[in-house]
């Protein structure tokens, strides 16, 4: 009897439900443009989404090992250009790429640029062809607005050709400095992100956020932890010119100064002005060109390359970042500075942006892995110099974890010869396993302290793991 | 038969007798006869705390654990009272280093007795009171087990009154060892240990307190090289603080204790050299040519100390100190060679031999200076009206940083959120060098700044604040209107 009774009230549920559905299914279908234009859109851009299988070399637990994850990507133009993000399709050594049509082909890698997270990959453009593939194009920036309907494409937890729906919640999100990426490279600098509602989930990373017109708005790049629907994209007007390079040259070429900025807000009295004017300098790293050009904590930059600033807000900051960064490499540029109510002119001359990774090597029969000093890693983490190699990582239970060698230290010499660059490393290494000492001694140091690390063989060279 | 029946008898007759005599006299103790045993031994210790913390000056109560472990009244507590409590809760709170007055002690069984502070032991986070009221003698105390061989999976218990939840219930806490440290030696993991038990004894299956529960701190730059990779409280073994205590007993004490309470809250004068070592292994030393015996390797010299001034350098290996074999192979002994050094008066010569690789030796002296103040011991001053808080800078904070000895400024200690300095977005940590254009290079340029910033009333106050090798400006917006409420 009751049996009967839950027997028939499931199927008046079901039944509901499906009347429900169907109901609100029709009517949409029928009476919604919006409804419409999404399947529209959909249908238009499905084609260029990409989903993206790149397997990567890691270095960090002492040996090289490779690492398969999941990303988006869309294409940009008939000549097989593939959009994605930095960490997503960055140093990989081999990329396997999924069209909307499930068919599984390789791409290779184009250029890569970890400060603003982007990346190009480029499949045969014969496939383009071929499988009628429909690139997708850049939004005008100018058309970018809070409340715009945006469609999110990507694979999410690997789930291929999700599209999911929201607004732009806010056009100019600004991040706070110091963001860096899974692999360690600073990012973020030089963009504010669109925030969305959009639902955006790990996988989604490299897809693009699209406008109801079809064209892309952003590229996927981050989601809020411990939020509900707080999504951030890349906006068009900053992948769009790297991207670019990208393609054009293979990499983004900019100008490093090694200033820190703070908006003014409304401190302008403090400096005896009247209206806003100028970007508060924060910080200036030691050795770098804003050092060498005289250019002190508190000083209010008031000019660069005889071009007024104002930085009020700290969304202005990235702008200002841009416009440094974007001055040709190793030109002398006039600032003008206000410095203790006095006007200062003085002359910076940039210098290149250096790699913000080195190489890496594994030691395989020592039992850990090295990364090349870069100069600019060398100015981002304080170091003393580039000279020496870093440990990445140590292998557990390798000689180099009984010696008690530990990952983040800088090996300045073996068997009491110096060492400065990665490829010393490397000879030195060569030539020391061919030779199988029962022993090899390390000198390490970590910022200002230094010890010794002894690698022990039992019997000789281990065999690499 | 009839002997054993006699025997078994006799010791049945005897448990009650062995109960009523005290705790720690040999025999297995159930857990009821240990809990009614030492309840008597230990007591909620509460005490006043004047500290400046967020700009203002704050007085609380706080609590802690004390056992009673002389006849006379002689009280061990656990360090943690020299660091400001928020509101009796024993939450750790920041501040200065508070004063320390009104020591009573609260008994489960209803006694009470007033305490002064006789000194405390900085490495090892403990302290000591005396009963003074009424003049102590007979008092119930625990009896220390001076040898003791401690085991991994070790049972030991642990009683506890500190939380005033339980109406002056003593809690019973079983504690067990589940690892003995190397390095400190002495030192144990203990499981089922909280922060609840900092300065609760230990105790045998047989009512001997063997340790207790300590959290060992702190920094190796101003000289104390005890420090265990364990955040959490310790299992503390009295032969680590066997020799204080017996010091500290043997001290003939005056009417008048005030004095030792208040020489009981400044740093320990002791030797330091700045120097940061590691052990020179056997085969480390073979493979460079040392001789054999250990041998400390310099790893870092701290710019501006006697070690410098010496000419010692990072990689140098120690071998000999005063003609002694430095005998320092392991991690585990270089705890040793560290008391050795801070058992020096400062100012005394200490005569190193110093061995290259393949052999050669050389002498170095090194003229001890005085171990710098601790973050701990660091002077406070405080805004109130700004609710800020700031303490000299210190060695630890300068290497903490990696910045330069003369670095000029004082560290933001405490400041409260909602205050005007806080709401400037400055926090905690970073290093003041300049208020409205004013420099500030020590607590008292701090005062003379903000005493012109209060004469001045400006609309806005620029902070320049430094943050490891980064800086950057904080603006308070002070209502000056509010200045007459605080002054």
Known sequence: ?465 | MRRLILLLLAASLCIPVLAQAGPGKGKKRSVEEFYREASGTIATVEFIQEFLANGQKQQTRGFTDGVVITEEGLVLISGRVRFPQRGGSGRISRGSRPELSGFRLHFSDGRSHDAVLLSFEDDLNLGLLQITDPPATGMPHIRFRKKFKPKVGQSLRSLTLYSEDYARKPILAPVGINALLDTPQDVWSLSGASSQLLGAPLWDGRGRVVGVVAQVPMSPWAGRQVTPRLSGPVGLSYARFAEWIAEEAAKPRSEDQSDAAAGAQEQERRAWLGLMFGPLDSDLAAHLKISEGGGVIISRVVPSSPAEAAGLKPLDILVELDGQRIAVEKDADTNAFSQAIRGYEPGSKLSFTREEPGGERSSLTIVAAETPTSNLHAERRSDEFFEITVREVTLDTLLGHRLPPETPGVIVDGLTAAGWAGLSGMRVGGIIQRIAGHEVSDLDSFEAAMKIVREQKPAKVMFFVRSGRRTRFFVAEPDWSELKDTE
């Open chain 1, 1 to 465: 009897m009751l049996l009967g009774m839950i027997r028939t009230l499931s199927v008046f549920l079901f039944v509901a439900l499906g009347f429900l559905c169907l109901n609100s299914g029709t009517s949409f279908a029928k009476n919604s443009d919006l409804q419409q234009t999404i399947f529209d859109v959909q249908e238009s851009a499905l084609s260029a989404l990409v989903n993206i299988q790149p397997i990567t070399e890691t270095f960090s637990r002492g040996e090289r090992r490779k690492q398969a994850s999941v990303g988006s990507g869309f294409l940009i133009d008939t000549k097989g250009h593939i959009v994605t993000n930095f960490h997503v399709a960055g140093k990989a050594s081999k990329l396997m790429v999924t069209l909307f049509n499930k068919e599984r082909i390789e791409a290779e890698l184009i250029g890569e640029d970890p400060q603003t997270d982007l990346a190009v990959i480029r499949i045969d453009p014969e496939l383009v062809k071929l499988h009628r593939m429909k690139p997708l194009r850049w939004a005008d920036p100018e058309d970018l607005e809070v409340g715009r309907f945006v469609l999110a494409l990507g694979s999410p937890l690997a789930l291929a050709r999700t599209m999911t729906f929201g607004v732009v919640s806010n056009t100019d999100r600004y991040l706070p400095e110091g963001m860096s990426l899974p692999s360690g490279e600073r990012t973020g600098d030089f963009n504010t992100w669109i925030q969305t509602d959009a639902a955006i989930n790990p996988g989604n990373s490299g897809g693009p956020l699209i406008d109801l017109s079809g064209k892309v708005v952003g590229v996927n790049a981050r989601g809020a932890m411990f939020a509900d629907n707080i999504g951030f994209a890349i906006p068009a007007k900053t992948a769009n010119k790297v991207v670019h390079s990208l393609i054009g040259q293979g990499s983004v070429s900019r100008s490093y100064t090694g200033v820190s900025f703070q908006p003014l807000k409304d401190w302008e009295l403090l400096f005896g002005l009247e209206a806003p004017r100028g970007a508060l300098v924060s910080s200036v790293a030691s050795g770098s060109p804003g050092e060498r050009a005289g250019l002190q904590a508190g000083d209010l930059l008031l000019s660069y390359d005889s071009v007024d600033i104002t930085v009020r807000f700290e969304e202005e900051l990235p702008g200002l970042y841009q416009r440094l960064a974007d001055t040709p490499i190793n030109s002398a540029v006039p600032l003008q500075v206000l410095r203790n109510d006095s006007e200062l002119q003085l002359e910076l001359t940039t210098q290149a942006t250096g790699k913000l990774s080195g190489e890496k090597f594994e030691a395989s029969a020592w039992g850990f892995t090295v990364e090349e000093i870069t100069e600019q890693m060398a100015y981002e983490r304080e170091l003393l110099s580039s000279d020496g190699v870093l440990v990445k990582g140590v292998l557990t239970g390798g000689a180099a974890q009984r010696g008690e060698l530990s990952r983040g230290v800088i090996i300045e010499s073996i068997d009491h010869e110096p060492l400065v660059s990665l490829k010393q490393f490397e000879e030195r290494y060569t030539d020391i396993t061919n030779s199988s000492p029962a022993e090899v001694l390390l000198q390490v140091r970590r910022y200002e302290s230094k010890s010794w690390v002894l690698l022990q063989f039992e019997g000789g060279q281990e065999v690499g793991q």
